[in-house]
């Protein structure tokens, strides 16, 4: 099979795909990475992190981080317009307008994941806005200069990143990640699910491309073209740092390793909407945010808090807006094919509501946009309180900031805790009094959540797919992570000009020494 863009480019793929059923039964999300991978390996306990040194994947993925890292070495001493110049042409192979649609139209026809105009907007307006995120970054030489602390900061390159890449987001999270590397000269092989493995190496084959006619080596992108969770195992334990998307079994065995690892964690995004909001912004943002390429992202809209004063007006907009209210007949067939022995099931995951409401079994308007779950409980008895990966959002209702607090910190205790969640507005002590309550590593306020958290064009986030959910999370960063997390550091520290002097006892220690006396 092959695929031309406008001037003629022609990139070949293999035209074979063999799935099995365990592959498009496992959940496909980031934030189910652990799943898909304990799914396709029959189990799902913790994935084994020993290696058998007669095991023909140990030779394999060893020779491809040995070409990997001979490409690394030879742009180690580049400079920072050769490495500029290199991610420009990486972003510009993929989302040039032509190449874009077809990369776009290829993804939904392999992976039968969200829409069309949903890629579109990632792979054409994500990786730009990422590129131009970074561009004028200095990741090369000296970083920065503390005059006060006489402290220079100069980068140095990690070298082999081995990175995982979603079937929910594979046309941009490759790109995303590998211009991110490539900034810190860098070198990546991206290990992808098995449902996106052809979008994978179609897009790593664009970027490669491209890089050799800067004049660089091509294998400073790789990927997995036929991926197993051995292989992926495998990758992590010889790379030189591991950015992983997923949570639970898959972050443990990156930590489990023994190689340097990113670990993001569990989407579950939880909205809440005061009485001072602006309710018709709110009601079009959260809409965008729930329905943006079929809910594909961890990120969308998983939850919504009304509170009291605002509840049945903002609901009537969101029925506007195309919500359909569940009866409780409905919401029982729509759990029993939600999730298959406690995992979210792939067929219905970033699927439009006519489809999932055909094979649950319930009538919906024809204007259905996404599903309103009125809910009131929150852990493992009320499973809608989770990440559902749809377009469906359960509903809570809340007397005020204080309790709309209280449900979102109970909410994310389940899951989700550490990643996102928003408000919408116009109090500046409520936004903070939820900012300050909440343990989350960002608050998105009067933003489309799942357009927002990763970074775009209206606030100063850091475009990103990968986001850290600190401790709360399990993982060893709040960043959102860009290429920044894939540098060392050295620094050059020299003598002050005049040296510290300590403080007597009384100045340092105060009140504190007649207080222990």
């Known amino acids: 099979m092959m695929l031309r863009n406008d001037s003629g480019l022609a990139v070949a793929w293999a035209s074979a795909v063999i799935y099995t059923a365990r592959d498009y039964l496992a959940p496909i999300c980031e934030s189910q990475t652990n799943a898909v991978l304990a799914k396709l390996s029959g189990t799902d306990t913790m994935l084994d992190t020993t290696t058998n040194p007669n095991d023909p994947?140990?030779?394999?993925?060893?020779?491809?981080?040995?070409?990997?890292?001979?490409?690394?070495?030879?742009?180690?001493?580049?400079?920072?317009?050769?490495?500029?110049?290199?991610?420009?042409?990486?972003?510009?192979?993929?989302?040039?307008?032509?190449?874009?649609?077809?990369?776009?139209?290829?993804?939904?026809?392999?992976?039968?994941?969200?829409?069309?105009?949903?890629?579109?907007?990632?792979?054409?307006?994500?990786?730009?806005?990422?590129?131009?995120?970074?561009?004028?970054?200095?990741?090369?030489?000296?970083?920065?200069?503390?005059?006060?602390?006489?402290?220079?900061?100069?980068?140095?390159?990690?070298?082999?990143?081995?990175?995982?890449?979603?079937?929910?987001?594979?046309?941009?999270?490759?790109?995303?990640?590998?211009?991110?590397?490539?900034?810190?000269?860098?070198?990546?092989?991206?290990?992808?699910?098995?449902?996106?493995?052809?979008?994978?190496?179609?897009?790593?084959?664009?970027?490669?491309?491209?890089?050799?006619?800067?004049?660089?080596?091509?294998?400073?992108?790789?990927?997995?073209?036929?991926?197993?969770?051995?292989?992926?195992?495998?990758?992590?334990?010889?790379?030189?740092r591991v950015l992983a998307t997923g949570g639970g079994a898959m972050v443990t065995a990156a930590y489990s390793s023994g190689t340097p690892a990113l670990g993001v964690g569990v989407g579950n995004a939880v909205i809440t909407v005061d009485e001072t909001a602006d309710l018709d912004d709110a009601a079009t943002k959260i809409h965008l945010s729930k329905t943006l390429d079929l809910a594909a992202s961890c990120s969308s809209d998983n939850a919504v808090i009304l509170v009291d004063a605002i509840y049945d007006e903002m609901l009537a907009k969101l029925v506007a807006k195309g919500?359909?209210?569940?009866?409780?007949?409905?919401?029982?067939?729509?759990?029993?094919?939600?999730?298959?022995?406690?995992?979210?099931?792939?067929?219905?995951?970033?699927?439009?509501?006519?489809?999932?409401?055909?094979?649950?079994?319930?009538?919906?308007?024809?204007?259905?946009?996404?599903?309103?779950?009125?809910?009131?409980?929150f852990g493992p008895d009320h499973p809608f309180s989770g990440e559902k990966m749809t377009v469906s959002m359960a509903l809570y209702r809340a007397r005020d900031i204080d309790h709309a607090i209280e449900l979102t910190n109970n909410i994310q205790a389940y899951q989700g805790q550490g990643h996102s969640c928003g408000i919408y507005s116009q109090s500046d002590d409520n936004i903070m009094k939820l900012a300050n309550a909440t343990r989350t590593s960002r608050v998105m306020?009067?933003?489309?959540?799942?357009?927002?958290?990763?970074?775009?064009?209206?606030?100063?986030?850091r475009q990103t797919f990968s986001l850290g959910c600190g401790s709360w999370g399990g993982n060893g960063t709040n960043n959102n992570i860009s290429w920044r997390d894939l540098i060392n550091e050295t620094w050059v520290s020299k003598p002050l000009a005049v040296t510290k002097t300590l403080p007597d006892d009384e100045e340092l220690f105060g009140d504190v020494m007649r207080k222990l006396a």
């Open 445 to 461: 306020v009067n933003q489309p959540q799942a357009a927002s958290n990763s970074g775009n064009l209206w606030n100063g986030m």
């Open 57 to 240: 994947i140990v030779d394999e993925i060893a020779a491809l981080v040995a070409r990997s890292r001979a490409a690394q070495a030879q742009i180690e001493n580049y400079t920072q317009e050769q490495v500029d110049d290199l991610i420009r042409a990486m972003v510009w192979a993929v989302a040039e307008e032509s190449v874009a649609e077809k990369i776009a139209q290829h993804t939904v026809e392999e992976t039968q994941l969200g829409n069309y105009d949903g890629k579109y907007l990632k792979i054409f307006k994500k990786t730009r806005a990422t590129l131009f995120d970074i561009i004028n970054d200095k990741s090369v030489g000296v970083l920065e200069e503390d005059h006060e602390r006489n402290i220079v900061k100069i980068a140095k390159p990690m070298g082999v990143i081995g990175a995982l890449s979603p079937s929910t987001n594979p046309e941009a999270t490759p790109v995303i990640k590998a211009i991110s590397a490539v900034k810190g000269r860098n070198s990546i092989i991206v290990a992808p699910h098995p449902r996106a493995k052809l979008t994978n190496k179609l897009i790593c084959e664009l970027m490669r491309d491209a890089i050799v006619k800067m004049g660089a080596p091509a294998d400073l992108v790789l990927s997995i073209d036929v991926p197993s969770v051995e292989k992926t195992n495998e990758l992590m334990r010889q790379c030189d």
């Open 323 to 377: 919500g359909y209210i569940m009866s409780d007949d409905d919401k029982q067939k729509f759990e029993d094919v939600l999730w298959i022995d406690g995992h979210i099931n792939a067929k219905v995951v970033a699927q439009t509501p006519a489809f999932i409401a055909g094979i649950a079994g319930f009538d919906i308007p024809e204007e259905t946009e996404f599903f309103i779950i009125p809910e009131t409980g």
